[in-house]
């Protein structure tokens, strides 16, 4: 019997132990691991990758063979034709322009422009893990503070109730207690809303379903010693993938704008044959009327005039990258206000908290000097259901200052592109 026992209190230790707390690390790697986007971009980087691959095939010889069988019916006084002919060629370009090796570095610039898209929208992901995970420890923390606030309104409510037994104080006393209480509890069921709100935010964002059971750990923030904005700017522009995105492809774009300046230039191939004739219908090496021909020809071609084409296809590539520098310089502005706003919202949190750390202290010793004069007789109800609201105030701006730290310096982080934005 003893046995048992010890079994059971072993297995429910074990089932205890198995459910551990969700840590913002690992709500990242199972929203980056969930997400349909990374999938998505990852198969527009393999494709990128397989044009590439396609931009070597000029690189490579060109082999053909081909087949030509004909009979001819000259006369009825005449014999009959009959003629087959069977070539195997090889076609090679000694030199196009340098068409065929620009149109080789837009496609790796092209297939470098979508692995830089992903990494972006990892990094956005990371930061929506971020997010979801930091709201929903906000919304516990409220939660817990509404708790409190309603703990201490039933703590006063019965010292209430006693002093009306004894005559000490009017009714109206308890009846303002009971609106104080309902009011409260209704911001507890409203905090508890938001909190179940906040765990199903985080199963979308995590891509699974989190368990009813499935707590998620708090964490302490890092002192941050951030630099000159500068240093940050200057580190951000080399960080970024958005930037490196735009960038590549504004290289593609030129290496494309000077493949079309090859085709304004001289073709030359090397061409390399080898031709059976024969009589029958198949050509036969036995055969007495067997007849080959082997050739090695050096063919240049120049398009001299086809219409102003070319010329047209430059000018718009032309103004293309032009857009295309536009478009960088526009969001190298963007990406820097982003940064300002950032530091900006970092710093204002940090003021904020500061100043709610000490008038949780001052709530806190306010309620208690308040609570001593009630138990006094010197303090009314008033004075301790408002030392009470100041209090649950004080610790409500508390929360929302430390968690607006926490996802100001997320935010910093995604805006400098700080940690992963590689993912499997």
Known sequence: MKILLILGLVSLTLVSNSVQA?????AVADALQHNPQIQQFLEIESA??????????????????????WWEDRDPNLDNRKLSVAEARADYNLFNGGSDWFRLHEARYKASAANYKRRSIVADIVLEAKKAYIEILRAKRNVATEGKSVELLAQQRHDTQLR?????????????????????????????????????????????????????????LQPVSLQQEEVLRQVMFTKRSELHFLRSLLAGQEAGRKAVQGDLMPDVDLILSYTWFDNNGLPEISYAGYDSETKAIVQASWTLF????????????????????????????????????????FRVSERNLATAITAVVQAEENYRVNDNRYQANVASTVDLLD???????????????????????????????????LSK
């Open 306 to 345: 086809s219409g102003f084409d070319t010329s047209y296809e430059l000018i718009g590539r032309k103004h293309e990258i032009r857009s295309r520098q536009e478009e960088i310089k526009a969001t190298e502005d963007q990406l820097t206000l982003q940064l300002q706003t950032a530091l900006e919202a």
């Open 387 to 421: 030392a009470q609201e100041f209090l649950t105030r004080a610790r409500n701006e508390k929360v929302k200052a430390q968690y607006d730290l926490f996802l100001a310096e997320a935010v910093i982080e995604r805006v400098l592109e700080r940690g992963p934005t």
């Open 164 to 220: 009306l037994e004894q005559g000490l104080i009017a009714r109206n006393d308890l009846l303002r207690v009971d609106v104080e209480m309902a009011t409260a509890q209704q911001r507890l069921a409203l905090a508890k809303g938001r909190y179940e709100i906040a765990r199903n935010v985080m199963a979308k964002t995590l891509g699974r379903t989190l368990g009813s059971e499935e707590q998620v750990a708090d964490f302490s």
């Open 48 to 69: 990128a990758s397989a044009r590439t691959d396609v931009a070597k095939a000029p690189f490579w010889p060109r082999i053909d063979t081909n087949y030509r069988y």
């Open 22 to 26: 969700l840590t913002i690390d690992q």
